[in-house]
């Protein structure tokens, strides 16, 4: 069974620090992988998706890397802003076709 | 605008009622997913559709049921069977399974 796993729970920056979000999986047979962001008492708004044959997607200040067999994917964002508080989840589809969800790295930008 | 609609944002469930949570897409998406989010933990898919009139069991079916009679619409009831009910519900689409995930702004659940 894929166990996805995002270290840490929080975390606090100060503006215009640069955020490095981890999201870990136990089994590297995966399709794709997607990072999503949640505000509070929201829903999930798709930010980047990687193909399991790709090594990284990159969107304006955001940038997701993929290292298939050591199962890990980083979530990169520059120069942070208030407006980046929210939390991060990723999730990733299976070659089984099942989609797991990490619990989230909620993030806080200081002004 | 297209999205995903869901109704209501928070909704109260007495002991032995049955209650329906509404999920509406203009999206032309075949894909359909009820998710149960708890403080804490992943996303854990309840059912999903991938044609109208088609449904399929998720990780945690058990106590809830579906309906895709239509391509736009697909509630979720919450039976009294369903011990545990209190949570953040999100329903989401896609244009073929597991493509781009687009999710609805989430209903939350809680028992009176």
């Known amino acids: 069974k894929q166990e996805v796993t995002q270290i840490p729970a929080a975390l606090s920056v100060p503006e215009g620090e640069n955020l490095v979000l981890n999201c870990s999986f136990t089994d590297s047979a995966i399709y794709n992988l997607q990072w999503f962001r949640q505000d509070p008492g929201k829903g999930l708004t798709s930010l980047l998706l990687?193909?399991?044959?790709?090594r990284e997607q990159t969107s304006g200040r955001l940038n997701a890397s993929l290292d298939k067999s050591s199962g890990r994917s980083t979530l990169y964002i520059a120069a942070s802003q208030p407006g980046d508080s929210a939390t991060y989840l990723c999730?990733?589809?299976?070659?089984?076709?099942?989609?797991?969800f990490g619990a989230g790295t909620t993030v806080t930008v200081r002004a | 605008d297209g999205g995903i609609t869901q109704s209501p944002k928070y909704l109260f469930r007495k002991e032995g009622q049955n209650v329906t949570l509404s999920c509406e897409q203009n999206l032309n998406h075949d894909a359909m997913y009820w998710y149960r989010q708890d403080p804490g933990q992943g996303l854990r898919l309840i059912y999903y559709?991938?044609?109208?009139?088609?449904?399929q069991k998720g990780d945690i079916a058990e106590g809830y049921s579906v309906s895709r009679e239509k391509k736009e619409s697909f509630p979720l009831t919450v039976t009294s069977a369903q011990k545990n009910p209190t949570a953040f519900y999100l329903c989401?689409?896609?244009?073929?399974?597991?493509?781009?995930?687009?999710f609805g702004s989430g209903t939350q659940l809680s028992v009176l």
């Open positions: 989401a689409s896609s244009v073929g399974l597991y493509e781009k995930l687009f």
């Open positions: 999730a990733v589809l299976s070659n089984d076709y099942k989609l797991s």
């Open positions: 990687i193909q399991s044959s790709q």
């Open positions: 559709s991938q044609i109208v009139n088609d449904f």
